[in-house]
């Protein structure tokens, strides 16, 4: 098989996964975990120098960074009746790259931080204050994207309009991570009504399905 994605569905590899699993792709799943030093191989290293997971191989092409993974397949690849996930016109693509940089860099450690320190970790290592400062300092980006799906016309229900793309899977996997911190989300109909649209699609309960599995 030509596509190869790495590691497990519990690790940000979910993202690569969920577009490949929305466009119904053939791909090879290597459930590599990122615990136990498999990311630190020779042979992992030669393809992720990093040492993290996902990498995506696509025949010669390798593909590290999460989002790099998920924008790439959905930049090269369609799905079943014309389904297409990447930005067909140029706001759209504007949608997906903003929102996509901006989950990243305004979102993304202090959603893990929230994660980590209510779910993830030994309970006798969470430490509930920084969960509660990663939540005061989500209270912003959070605003910004509330105004954002609040303000958009009717029946544009997704980040970049009436379409499903790719830049809903790529916020959506991050701010997943804040549902143990539910005042956020209460505090924010919108977004909190769209990310249960996201998380509710048939791919999403395929992934977690997967990642229960380990
Ligand atoms: N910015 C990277 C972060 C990747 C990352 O940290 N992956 C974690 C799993 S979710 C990992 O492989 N950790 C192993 C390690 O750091 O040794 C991305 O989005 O791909």
């Known amino acids: 098989m030509s596509l190869k994605i790495h590691g497990i569905a519990a690790s940000r590899a979910s993202r690569p996964l969920w577009v490949a699993l929305e466009l119904g792709l053939a791909f090879e799943h290597v459930p590599l975990h990122y615990k136990d030093g498999a990311t630190h191989t020779p042979e992992f290293l030669a393809l992720n120098p990093n040492g993290h997971i996902p990498v995506l191989q696509d025949e010669g ?6 989002m790099a993974c998920a924008l790439y397949l959905a930049d ?18 504007a ?12 979102c993304e450690k202090d959603a893990l931080t929230i994660l980590m320190h ?9 430490k509930p204050e920084l969960a509660a400062e990663a939540a005061r300092r989500l209270t912003g980006p959070l605003r910004v994207i509330e105004q954002h799906l609040a303000g958009q016309s009717a029946g544009a229900a997704y980040l970049a309009g009436e379409r499903f793309t790719v830049a809903d899977i790529a916020v959506a996997s991050v701010l997943a991570w804040i549902k143990p911190a539910p005042e956020l989300l209460a ?3 919108a977004t909190a009504a769209w990310l249960a649209r996201c998380l509710d699609r048939p791919a999403q309960l395929q992934l977690r399905a997967m990642s229960r599995k380990g």
């Open 187 to 189: 505090a924010c109909p």
């Open 95 to 106: 949608e997906i790259l903003r929102w996509t940089f901006w989950v990243v860099t305004e």
């Open 76 to 93: 090269n690849y369609k799905g079943p009746e014309g389904l297409n996930l990447a930005a067909q016109t140029k706001a759209e693509s």
């Open 118 to 126: 209510t779910l993830v970790m030994p309970a006798d290592r969470r």
């Open 61 to 66: 092409v390798v593909v590290w960074e999460s």
